[in-house]
């Protein structure tokens, strides 16, 4: 769609009243998210669910409940690749998994895990290093129809090769094939890997601690959030970690900027893997 | 035109060498934000920030989320991300899927750019293999700002520059050694 100046203050108008009706309509507050890339989103989806207008698409957002699983797809998290930045990866297995062993039991919180990619990309690392059958992971994320594509584990074939070459440089030990079947153009993951992985709905803005986890991690969903939903954010990932427990975030996040890493110790900062706690304690008992 | 307050650039296929001839050409002295996207296979842009930061004569950086966008100064796209500009001119990074087959991607930022700026920015297209950033051109166009394309004849790929300017036009459509000059006169006080 093109705009004048004038277009782009009505489309800015458009916009608050998507998040006001978003919010009282069905109580999703998306007020504190970036506004670019909200904009983009809200863009996209009102070109795809109608004629390209944010209040046409609002219209429906109040008037068509059905249609509220697809608009949250498409204002969550988007897909990420398995082992999407294998040094991250590489690290938690060297550097973290090791750390982690001295738990008699694991909780492991992936936020916002979008189409589960980076999920069984931890499963995966967990396995290889023993850890699998003690640990419980938690996959949430605010979108339900991602929920069920996570579940599935099946993602488009041709993703396949990069995949493995990030499998490799994360300092996989065997093949990334080892864990999946290719058909009919697809590749599915081995169920198996699934089978302590409870995925579930989780809204970072509005629900609180669920759990006690001693590694969570949440990897590129903050750029999406402005600067106090952030901070409400690591508070949050703060107050669900056992002590001396490990997070996680993306690459080119910035949670420095806002001041709520005073909790955090850098593990390796330029790879975003902080502990909570600076006590050389390896956790609180279980 | 008022002065523009931005000036933001987008390449693909020899693009590092175009950007080393425009960004060595600027004058140290300009005031605006110099935002850069550039297409590239590398994991990082720590090697072209380097590249460029020897050709040119005002600082070059990677672009950080959440980090004001800084007048004198060259911001690079970070590779793997999209770039955008809020309206309170700080940088926002989105792993959105990608556009065009590429993240980032100039429309991305180009349009952003437009809508943070109001239109008082100018967009530069230079030589590259595919159609991003005609659309991001127009966007910016409409809202106001100049638009500047490499002559696609003499850009090492001309697709890119071609394609702006079927679905962009151009204010000016220049060969790459009067682009620095050309920015200059627009941009400085």
């Known amino acids: 769609m093109d705009h004048s100046p004038d277009d782009l203050e009505l489309e800015g108008i458009e916009l608050d009243l998507f998040v006001e009706a978003m919010r009282r309509r069905h109580g999703y507050d998306f007020g504190q998210y970036a506004p670019a890339s909200l904009l983009r989103r809200v863009r996209q989806l009102a070109r795809s669910h109608g004629d390209g207008a944010i209040s046409a698409l609002t219209h429906r957002l109040l008037h068509e409940p059905a249609l509220l699983p697809q608009l949250l797809e498409g204002l969550s998290v988007p897909a990420s690749d398995m082992f999407r930045d294998p040094s991250v990866f590489r690290a938690l297995r060297e550097q973290v998994l090791p750390l982690l062993a001295s738990w008699p039991q694991l909780t492991i919180w992936q936020a916002g895990c979008a189409h589960g990619e980076e999920v069984y990309s931890l499963a995966i690392l967990l396995e290889e290093a023993g850890l699998y059958e003690r640990s419980q992971i938690f996959a949430t994320d605010l979108s339900a129809l991602a929920l069920e594509r996570a579940r599935e584990g099946i993602y488009p074939l041709r993703s396949a090769q990069q995949w493995s070459r990030n499998y490799l440089a994360a300092g996989g030990r065997h093949s990334l094939s080892d864990y999946c079947s290719a058909r009919y153009g697809l590749l599915k993951l081995d169920g198996r890997l699934r089978r302590n992985v409870t995925f579930v709905q989780h809204n970072l803005v509005s629900d609180g601690v669920f759990c006690e986890a001693q590694l969570v991690l949440c990897r590129n969903v903050l750029i999406y959030f402005s600067d106090p939903l952030q901070q409400h954010c690591l508070a949050l990932f703060r107050d669900s970690l056992a002590r001396g427990g490990f997070l996680c975030l993306g690459l080119r996040e910035r949670p420095d900027s806002g001041g709520a890493t005073a909790d955090f110790t850098p593990v390796d900062a330029a790879l975003r893997i902080y502990r909570r706690g600076s006590t050389g304690s390896p956790g609180r008992p279980p | ?189």
């Open chain 2, 1 to 189: 035109m008022k002065r523009p307050a931005a000036i933001v650039l987008g390449c693909s296929a020899g693009g590092p060498d175009a950007l080393k001839t425009v960004l060595g050409g600027l004058d140290p002295r300009l005031p605006q934000a110099v935002l850069v996207c550039c297409h590239t296979a590398s994991e990082t842009v720590e090697l072209l920030c380097g590249l460029l930061g020897r050709a040119s004569r005002l600082p070059v950086i990677e672009a950080a989320e959440r980090e004001a966008v800084r007048g004198g100064t060259v911001q690079v796209a970070p590779a793997g991300y999209h770039l955008l500009v809020e309206r309170d001119l700080h940088f926002t990074l989105s792993t959105d899927p990608r556009v065009n087959l590429v993240r980032p991607s100039i429309d991305v930022l180009f349009a952003s750019a437009a809508a943070a700026w109001r239109g008082a920015l100018v967009g530069v297209v230079l030589s590259g293999a595919n159609a991003d950033g005609a659309d991001g051109l127009r966007e910016l166009r409409r809202l106001g700002g100049c638009a500047i394309v490499q002559s696609p004849g003499d850009a090492l790929a001309g697709a890119m520059p071609q394609a702006a300017l079927d679905r962009a036009g151009a204010d000016h459509c220049v060969p790459l050694d009067a682009i620095a000059p050309l920015l200059n006169q627009l941009c400085l006080p």
